[in-house]
């Protein structure tokens, strides 16, 4: 079979595949009483919703690529990595982790990662600091993948843009394995969405937000963006600015009032425009837009002069610091 058809392959399989995990998932979380109990603060749903939904991601993902690819060092160091990410979000589902325990997880999982040669490369960093990048990065993007897991369809719909975007890239760099892998969870992602847009049948819980996470951080620093522009590398910001931004929102939220980092409070972007009047489906498509400008931009500008990118980022910096002030100034 030629290797550029194993890509829609993989994305069917896994599609195929999640579509009748989640809903297996689903009836185990209820038999085994997993489930997101309201709470009247941050959790509104009317009804205890089963977690789970992470877990069948992951055996789409994995059985879709057994199936149908060769297994290869890069592709099992990334799986090894993201088993071991799932496994500490499913302890967490049960309430029993303390932030710390999940944080050494996740520096291990990134430990992982590293022992199969996977770490930020660009020529002129030294090496450690690449090693030091790759630390801050994948924990960032495991918990920002995490944090923006608060409405329906959010999280897996924003981070099925995302992994779109990581295999179009990989596609045109050449890089098949990772190509396959994003487009295999990809299609894990779409067929969980079917069971977890508005209204939610089904959630992700920490084990399938952090996996996911895990993977996109993984996949995004494989990869070369450099061949045209050497200022590029800015691209895997880019492709996961949602997420990124609503942490950074959060966090500034937080050290505002005072609150831990770890604790859960109102101050997510979505939050915020659905207290203004914005309607869940409105919200969770905007920021499918937004994911899919965003990778658009991470894109164009791999093909565009160096000189561009620092007009982009500046264009970027001012959006950003615009919309800070206006959620900033919404009633809480």
């Excluded at 809903?23 to 185990?28: G, H, I, S």
């Excluded at 990134?110 to 790759?134: C, D, R, S």
């Excluded at 760099?173 to 990809?186: E, V």
Aim: glycine share 8%; net charge neutral; with cysteine.
């Amino acid at each position: 079979m030629t290797t550029i058809l194993l890509i829609p392959l993989c994305f069917g399989l896994s599609l195929a595949l999640s579509m009748y995990f989640v809903p297996v998932m689903r009836r185990a979380a209820i038999k085994w009483g997993v489930v997101d109990k309201p709470d009247d603060h941050l959790k509104r749903h009317r009804e205890p919703i089963p977690y789970l939904g992470g877990v069948a991601v992951y055996l789409s993902f994995l059985l879709s690529l057994s199936l149908a690819y060769e297994f290869c060092p890069e592709l099992l160091g990334i799986m090894l990595a993201g088993t071991i990410m799932l496994l500490i979000g499913l302890v967490d589902d049960f309430g029993v982790l303390l932030p710390y325990q999940k944080l050494a997880g996740q520096i291990l999982a990134t430990f992982v990662l590293m022992k199969a040669g996977i770490y930020i490369q660009v020529e002129f960093f030294p090496v450690w600091l690449g090693i030091a990048l790759t630390v801050f990065w994948v924990i960032a993007i495991v918990n920002a993948v995490n944090i923006i897991d608060i409405m329906d369809g959010l999280s897996g719909g924003v981070s099925f843009v995302a992994a779109l975007f990581l295999m179009v890239v990989a596609i045109l760099n050449g890089s098949t394995t990772i190509a396959i892998m994003a487009g295999a969870l990809a299609g894990a992602l779409l067929g969980f969405l079917r069971f977890n847009y508005r209204p939610a049948k089904i959630f992700l819980g920490d084990a399938g937000s952090m996996f996911i996470g895990l993977m996109l951080a993984a996949l995004s620093i494989t990869v070369d963006y450099t061949h045209e522009n050497p200022l590029a590398y800015i691209a895997p910001i880019l492709i996961l600015g949602v997420p990124i931004y609503d942490t950074f929102l959060v966090m500034l939220m937080r050290a505002k009032k005072r609150i831990p980092v770890h604790l859960g409070s109102p101050d997510h972007y979505a939050i915020r425009l659905k207290r203004i009047g914005w309607s869940v489906p409105r919200i969770v498509w905007s920021s499918y837009v937004a994911g899919a400008v965003l990778g658009g931009l991470a894109i164009l500008n791999m093909y565009q002069p160096a000189v561009c990118s620092p007009i982009i980022l500046s264009g970027l910096a001012f959006l950003t610091i615009g919309l800070t002030i206006w959620f900033n100034r919404m009633e809480e």
